[in-house]
């Protein structure tokens, strides 16, 4: 599987962006997808994740009620809607894909596959 993310920038506080991760391949749909960020100096860290089905969710604390994460097996996508963004959302965002769990992993090491990252940052 091969992930391609998109749509960072920059964004005033209070704003709002839509990553979206596109994904080769005819099995995205056997995966579960997460969402993950960084900042200099920190480890990947957990930010949203969905099942292969799409039919469960789970988020950081942090970030709960402001981000919503969906995807479209049809189309092989993966969005997260980041609203109400904050200055601490800035970093550079990755989506990954990992083999089906029973639940959704929230450590980066339980996923195979990365794309390579976009930069939101949120600033005045």
């Known amino acids: 599987v091969q992930l391609q993310a998109s749509g960072g920038g920059l964004v005033q506080p209070g704003g709002s962006l839509r990553l979206s991760c596109a994904a080769s391949g005819r099995t995205f749909r056997l995966y579960d997808m997460g969402w993950f960020r960084q900042v200099p100096g920190m480890e990947r860290g957990f930010v949203a994740g969905i099942n292969w089905s799409g039919g469960s969710t789970d988020y950081t604390d942090s970030v709960k009620g402001r981000f919503t994460i969906s995807r479209d097996n049809a189309k092989n996508t993966v969005t997260l809607q980041m609203n109400s963004l904050k200055h601490e959302d800035t970093a550079v965002y990755y989506c990954?894909?990992?083999?089906?769990?029973?639940?959704?992993?929230?450590?980066?090491?339980?996923?195979?596959?990365w794309g390579k990252g976009t930069q939101v940052t949120v600033s005045s």
């Open positions: 990954a894909a990992g083999q089906r769990r029973f639940q959704i992993p929230t450590m980066a090491g339980s996923y195979d596959y």
